[in-house]
Structure formats: C-alpha cells, structure tokens
C-alpha cells in the first residue's frame, strides 16, 4: 500500500472512529437515563461513561496519529 492510502486510511479511520465514539456515547448517557433512579446518583455514571468512551477514543487517536507521523517521516526522507 503506497503511502498515500495509508495516509487517507488514517484519515477516514479517525472520521468512523469519531462518530462511532459518539454513537456509542449517547447510546451509554441514554441507558444510564433510563433508570429510575435521581441525577445525582445517575452523574457519575454518566461522567465515567464519557471519561471511559472518549479516554479510548483518544488513546486511538494518538496511535493513529503516530502511525501518521511515522509514514510522513518516511516520506520526507525519500
């Protein structure tokens, strides 16, 4: 795979990813509202729910984002 594609694949891997996470979150924030019980106890669940989904979001990002330096790196050295 030229490095290009690779670098396009990044790209549109970050795009799904930022909009899966987002799904995914409001699917989390929606759930733990259903429940009977009041907001204050609901909170830190909500809260965890939103560290945890874009904690790993980010984790990815930055491995993707590493993986792009690495091919540009190379490109420059050509």
């Known amino acids: 795979m030229d490095k290009n594609a690779q670098i396009k ?3 549109w891997t970050k795009r799904g990813l930022g909009v899966t996470a987002f799904f995914i979150w409001i699917f ?5 509202m259903q429940t009977s ?3 204050m106890e609901q909170a830190p ?4 729910g939103t560290m945890l989904t874009f ?6 990002f930055k491995g993707l984002e590493r993986w792009e330096a690495h091919i540009t790196k190379g ?3 050509e």
């Not at 669940?45 to 965890?48: E, I, S, T, V």
């Open 28 to 32: 989390i924030l929606y759930t733990i």
């Open 37 to 39: 019980a009041p907001f």
């Open 55 to 60: 904690g790993v979001l980010t984790a990815v």
């Open 9 to 11: 694949l990044i790209v």
């Open 75 to 77: 490109k420059d050295h």
């Open 45 to 48: 669940y909500c809260m965890a």
